[in-house]
C-alpha cells in the first residue's frame, strides 16, 4: 500500500540519524508483518516446514521492542486494524483471489507431497532484529508459500502476555495508520512502519515518520540507525504550507507517478482547479484521522482479533463503549431482510482439491455469529465468510467474490446449541488428562462428523491415525497438510466463540447458563502461540490415538458401525487391513459402558441440532 514514488521523492530530504531520545508509536499491522519477514529472511519461502512458528514470531516482537525501548525509544501505543471501510473491499477481494491462485498453483506443482525443509529448527539466536541486508527468505521463488494466517493476531498474543507492553496494544475500530496519525499529532513522537502513506497524513509538527527497511544496527545492537521523515520539516523546506502536511504533493504524485518531484512541487504551487479540487478532496479523505471519544475508557475491553473486531462493528450488535469511534464509512448491518455480514477469515494453506478446511468447524462459528443478535432488535440471517474463493473459470470467465454464506440460527436455537457444545466438551474434558488432547479430539470429531454427513466411507483424521498405527504417517502429504488445517480451523473457531462471548459479558448482557459456562471453559484453549503446527501436530495425533480419546470417540459414534470399525483398526494395528463392519465382542461388552446418544445428540434420531453427528454444512 502506500501512495506509488512518494517515498522515494522524499528520501533526500530525510535525515539520518541515531535512535537515542524519543517516543515511539507502532503501525501494528506493518510491525507484524515485518516480525514475520524478519523470522524468515533466512528460510526457503518454497516449503512450509521452514515457515517460523507462531511462538518465534512473538518471542521476535518482543526483542525488537525491548530493544528500541533500551535505545531511549519508549513503546506509547501500537495501532491495529480494527475496522476496515468498504472502500477497502476490492483490495481485499483482489488479494484473496491472488492467494487462491497462488494455492493452486503450489499445489499443481507439488501435487502429492510438500517440499521438505532443511534439517533443523530456527533458533531465536538466528533471528537479526535489525539486519544490513534483505536474506534469501525475500527473494521471489515460486513457487510461493501463502504467508502464515495467524500472523497479526499472534503477535497481538504475544503483545497482551507481556507485562512490559501489553498496556500499549489497541485495537483501533479504523485503519492503524490513521489512529497512528492522530497520536502523533497530539503528543508528538516518531511512527514506525512500512506504509508510505503515514507521509501523506497530517503528523503535527513534533511528529515523523521512519520505515523499518531504514533501521540498522552494528551485531551487537550498541547503535541503532533509521532514517527519519519529519512531515512538516520537509513541508517548511519545500515551501508548503505545513499545516496541510504533504497532502497536496501526495495528491500531485499520485497523479503523475511517473514524474519529477519539482514538477509535483509545481503543481501544489500552481494551486488546484476546480476539476481537481474534487478529486484531490476525495483523495484528502481517506488520510483524514477519527474523532476520540472522550469519554470512553482508552482500556478495558474485551480482547480482540482484528477481524472478529470488524466483524462485531459491522453487526447490530456493536462494541458497545470502545476507546475510539469508527471512521466514517457505511456500516453494514445485516437483517433478515438487508446484505449479509461478511467475515474475512484467516487464509489456511490445505489441499484446494478439497472442500474448505473451514466447513467441519462451521457449526461453532454458527454459534459464534448466533450470538451477535444477543442484545440486539435486529436478526442477523447470514454471514458471508471470505475464504478460498473461486478463480475465474473458461465457462464464467470472471472469478467469485461474494464467498460462502453460512446461515446464522435464530435466537430461540442459542441455548440448546450451546448445550450440546458444552456438554460434547464436558466429555472429552472428563475423559482426557492433558488439555491439548481435547481441542484435538474436538477437532476429530468434527471431521468425523462432516464425513458421515458427507456420506464419506472414511475420515481424513480416521485415514491419518491409522497411518500413525502403523509407522506410515506422512507428514509431507497433503492429507496431513489438510487435516492440519481443519484442526486450526476448528481450534481458531472456538476462539472466536470464546472472544464473542467476552463482548456480549463486558457488554452488560446476561449470559444464559450454558453459554456462561462455555465461557468459562474456552479459555482454556491454547493462545495462538501456542496452535499446532507441522512439526507439532504429529506428536498432537499420537496423544489422541494413544490416550483414552479413542475410547470416547467410540462412545460418541457408537451407533456408526464403520466408524467403530476404522477405530478399532486404529487401536490393533498389528490386525492388518481395517476390519469390515462387524462389531468385535470388544465394542459389544462397551455397550454397557458407553455415554448414551441421546446424552450427546437428545434423541435417536437425525438431530437439527448442529452440534450433532450430522452438522450443517456451509458449502
Same mark, same amino acid.
Given at each position: 500500500?502506500?501512495?506509488?514514488?512518494?517515498?522515494?521523492?522524499?528520501?533526500?530530504?530525510?535525515?539520518?540519524?541515531?535512535?537515542?531520545?524519543?517516543?515511539?508509536?507502532?503501525?501494528?499491522?506493518?510491525?507484524?508483518?515485518?516480525?514475520?519477514?524478519?523470522?524468515?529472511?533466512?528460510?526457503?519461502?518454497?516449503?512450509?516446514?521452514?515457515?517460523?512458528?507462531?511462538?518465534?514470531?512473538?518471542?521476535?516482537?518482543?526483542?525488537?521492542?525491548?530493544?528500541?525501548?533500551?535505545?531511549?525509544?519508549?513503546?506509547?501505543?501500537?495501532?491495529?486494524?480494527?475496522?476496515?471501510?468498504?472502500?477497502?473491499?476490492?483490495?481485499?477481494?483482489?488479494?484473496?483471489?491472488?492467494?487462491?491462485?497462488?494455492?493452486?498453483?503450489?499445489?499443481?506443482?507439488?501435487?502429492?507431497?510438500?517440499?521438505?525443509?532443511?534439517?533443523?529448527?530456527?533458533?531465536?539466536?538466528?533471528?537479526?532484529?535489525?539486519?544490513?541486508?534483505?536474506?534469501?527468505?525475500?527473494?521471489?521463488?515460486?513457487?510461493?508459500?501463502?504467508?502464515?494466517?495467524?500472523?497479526?493476531?499472534?503477535?497481538?498474543?504475544?503483545?497482551?502476555?507481556?507485562?512490559?507492553?501489553?498496556?500499549?496494544?489497541?485495537?483501533?475500530?479504523?485503519?492503524?495508520?490513521?489512529?497512528?496519525?492522530?497520536?502523533?499529532?497530539?503528543?508528538?513522537?516518531?511512527?514506525?512502519?512500512?506504509?508510505?502513506?503515514?507521509?501523506?497524513?497530517?503528523?503535527?509538527?513534533?511528529?515523523?515518520?521512519?520505515?523499518?527497511?531504514?533501521?540498522?544496527?552494528?551485531?551487537?545492537?550498541?547503535?541503532?540507525?533509521?532514517?527519519?521523515?519529519?512531515?512538516?520539516?520537509?513541508?517548511?523546506?519545500?515551501?508548503?504550507?505545513?499545516?496541510?502536511?504533504?497532502?497536496?504533493?501526495?495528491?500531485?504524485?499520485?497523479?503523475?507517478?511517473?514524474?519529477?518531484?519539482?514538477?509535483?512541487?509545481?503543481?501544489?504551487?500552481?494551486?488546484?482547479?476546480?476539476?481537481?479540487?474534487?478529486?484531490?478532496?476525495?483523495?484528502?479523505?481517506?488520510?483524514?484521522?477519527?474523532?476520540?471519544?472522550?469519554?470512553?475508557?482508552?482500556?478495558?475491553?474485551?480482547?480482540?482479533?482484528?477481524?472478529?473486531?470488524?466483524?462485531?462493528?459491522?453487526?447490530?450488535?456493536?462494541?458497545?463503549?470502545?476507546?475510539?469511534?469508527?471512521?466514517?464509512?457505511?456500516?453494514?448491518?445485516?437483517?433478515?431482510?438487508?446484505?449479509?455480514?461478511?467475515?474475512?477469515? *484467516?487464509? @489456511?494453506?490445505?489441499?484446494? !482439491?478439497? =472442500? $474448505?478446511?473451514?466447513?467441519?468447524?462451521? &457449526?461453532?462459528?454458527?454459534? %459464534?455469529?448466533?450470538?451477535?443478535?444477543?442484545?440486539?432488535?435486529?436478526?442477523?440471517?447470514?454471514?458471508?465468510?471470505?475464504?478460498?474463493?473461486?478463480?475465474?473459470?473458461?465457462?464464467?470467465?470472471?472469478?467469485?467474490?461474494?464467498?460462502?454464506?453460512?446461515?446464522? *440460527?435464530? @435466537?430461540?436455537?442459542?441455548? !440448546?446449541? =450451546? $448445550?450440546?457444545?458444552?456438554?460434547?466438551? &464436558?466429555?472429552?474434558?472428563? %475423559?482426557?488428562?492433558?488439555?491439548?488432547?481435547?481441542?484435538?479430539?474436538?477437532?476429530?470429531?468434527?471431521?468425523?462428523?462432516?464425513?458421515?454427513?458427507?456420506?464419506?466411507?472414511?475420515?481424513?483424521?480416521?485415514?491419518?491415525?491409522?497411518?500413525?498405527?502403523?509407522?506410515?504417517?506422512?507428514?509431507?502429504?497433503?492429507?496431513?497438510?489438510?487435516?492440519?488445517?481443519?484442526?486450526?480451523?476448528?481450534?481458531?473457531?472456538?476462539?472466536?466463540?470464546?472472544?464473542?462471548?467476552?463482548?456480549?459479558?463486558?457488554?452488560?448482557?446476561?449470559?444464559?447458563?450454558?453459554?456462561?459456562?462455555?465461557?468459562?471453559?474456552?479459555?482454556?484453549?491454547?493462545?495462538?502461540?501456542?496452535?499446532?503446527?507441522?512439526?507439532?501436530?504429529?506428536?498432537?495425533?499420537?496423544?489422541?490415538?494413544?490416550?483414552?480419546?479413542?475410547?470416547?470417540?467410540?462412545?460418541?459414534?457408537?451407533?456408526?458401525?464403520?466408524?467403530?470399525?476404522?477405530?478399532?483398526?486404529?487401536?490393533?494395528?498389528?490386525?492388518?487391513?481395517?476390519?469390515?463392519?462387524?462389531?468385535?465382542?470388544?465394542?459389544?461388552?462397551?455397550?454397557?459402558?458407553?455415554?448414551?446418544?441421546?446424552?450427546?445428540?437428545?434423541?435417536?434420531?437425525?438431530?437439527?441440532?448442529?452440534?450433532?453427528?450430522?452438522?450443517?454444512?456451509?458449502?
Amino acid at each position: 500500500m502506500g501512495v506509488f514514488k512518494l517515498r522515494k521523492f522524499l528520501e533526500p530530504y530525510s535525515e539520518t540519524f541515531t535512535l537515542e531520545s524519543g517516543s515511539a508509536i507502532l503501525d501494528g499491522p506493518s510491525f507484524a508483518y515485518h516480525i514475520f519477514y524478519l523470522c524468515s529472511r533466512t528460510v526457503l519461502q518454497t516449503t512450509p516446514f521452514e515457515q517460523p512458528s507462531y511462538e518465534l514470531l512473538g518471542r521476535t516482537a518482543i526483542s525488537w521492542l525491548t530493544a528500541i525501548r533500551s535505545h531511549g525509544y519508549p513503546i506509547a501505543a501500537i495501532y491495529f486494524d480494527g475496522y476496515l471501510p468498504s472502500t477497502k473491499r476490492p483490495e481485499r477481494i483482489r488479494r484473496l483471489l491472488q492467494s487462491t491462485q497462488n494455492l493452486v498453483t503450489y499445489h499443481a506443482i507439488y501435487p502429492s507431497r510438500v517440499p521438505a525443509g532443511r534439517p533443523g529448527l530456527i533458533p531465536e539466536t538466528s533471528i537479526t532484529l535489525f539486519p544490513n541486508d534483505r536474506g534469501i527468505g525475500t527473494k521471489k521463488l515460486f513457487p510461493r508459500l501463502p504467508n502464515l494466517p495467524f500472523i497479526v493476531p499472534a503477535i497481538i498474543d504475544a503483545l497482551r502476555l507481556s507485562p512490559d507492553f501489553s498496556s500499549t496494544v489497541n485495537l483501533a475500530p479504523g485503519e492503524a495508520d490513521g489512529f497512528c496519525a492522530h497520536h502523533a499529532r497530539e503528543h508528538g513522537g516518531t511512527i514506525f512502519t512500512s506504509d508510505s502513506d503515514l507521509l501523506a497524513y497530517n503528523l503535527g509538527r513534533n511528529g515523523s515518520v521512519v520505515f523499518f527497511d531504514d533501521m540498522n544496527a552494528d551485531q551487537k545492537v550498541r547503535n541503532i540507525k533509521a532514517r527519519r521523515y519529519s512531515t512538516a520539516e520537509i513541508a517548511g523546506r519545500l515551501s508548503l504550507n505545513p499545516d496541510e502536511g504533504l497532502q497536496e504533493l501526495a495528491f500531485a504524485v499520485a497523479n503523475e507517478p511517473n514524474g519529477k518531484i519539482q514538477r509535483a512541487l509545481d503543481s501544489c504551487k500552481g494551486g488546484l482547479t476546480d476539476r481537481n479540487r474534487e478529486k484531490y478532496l476525495q483523495f484528502v479523505n481517506s488520510f483524514l484521522t477519527p474523532n476520540l471519544v472522550s469519554t470512553a475508557p482508552s482500556q478495558g475491553g474485551p480482547p480482540l482479533d482484528p477481524r472478529l473486531s470488524e466483524l462485531i462493528f459491522r453487526s447490530p450488535q456493536g462494541l458497545g463503549s470502545r476507546p475510539l469511534t469508527p471512521t466514517p464509512g457505511p456500516r453494514s448491518k445485516a437483517n433478515k431482510n438487508g446484505a449479509p455480514l461478511e467475515m474475512y477469515l *484467516p487464509f @489456511l494453506l490445505s489441499c484446494p !482439491s478439497r =472442500a $474448505t478446511p473451514w466447513e467441519a468447524s462451521t &457449526s461453532t462459528r454458527q454459534l %459464534a455469529y448466533a450470538a451477535l443478535q444477543i442484545g440486539s432488535n435486529d436478526q442477523i440471517s447470514s454471514v458471508m465468510e471470505m475464504r478460498r474463493l473461486q478463480t475465474a473459470s473458461k465457462a464464467t470467465s470472471r472469478p467469485a467474490t461474494k464467498g460462502s454464506p453460512v446461515e446464522v *440460527p435464530d @435466537l430461540t436455537e442459542i441455548d !440448546s446449541l =450451546a $448445550t450440546s457444545l458444552l456438554e460434547l466438551l &464436558s466429555i472429552m474434558t472428563a %475423559a482426557v488428562d492433558k488439555n491439548t488432547m481435547v481441542w484435538a479430539l474436538f477437532a476429530v470429531y468434527q471431521d468425523i462428523s462432516l464425513s458421515i454427513e458427507q456420506g464419506k466411507q472414511t475420515a481424513l483424521s480416521l485415514e491419518l491415525l491409522l497411518q500413525i498405527a502403523r509407522g506410515r504417517l506422512d507428514v509431507r502429504s497433503w492429507e496431513f497438510v489438510h487435516l492440519l488445517a481443519q484442526t486450526q480451523a476448528s481450534y481458531y473457531s472456538l476462539r472466536m466463540l470464546h472472544q464473542m462471548l467476552g463482548v456480549l459479558a463486558h457488554s452488560g448482557n446476561t449470559l444464559s447458563e450454558p453459554l456462561a459456562e462455555l465461557f468459562e471453559l474456552l479459555p482454556h484453549l491454547p493462545s495462538l502461540l501456542d496452535f499446532p503446527t507441522l512439526l507439532t501436530f504429529p506428536d498432537i495425533l499420537q496423544l489422541v490415538r494413544e490416550g483414552p480419546g479413542l475410547s470416547v470417540l467410540e462412545d460418541l459414534f457408537s451407533e456408526h458401525e464403520d466408524v467403530l470399525a476404522q477405530i478399532e483398526a486404529i487401536k490393533h494395528p498389528q490386525d492388518g487391513e481395517p476390519p469390515g463392519k462387524e462389531k468385535t465382542a470388544e465394542h459389544k461388552k462397551k455397550q454397557t459402558h458407553r455415554v448414551s446418544k441421546e446424552k450427546v445428540n437428545g434423541s435417536k434420531g437425525v438431530s437439527s441440532n448442529r452440534f450433532d453427528l450430522l452438522m450443517s454444512s456451509d458449502t
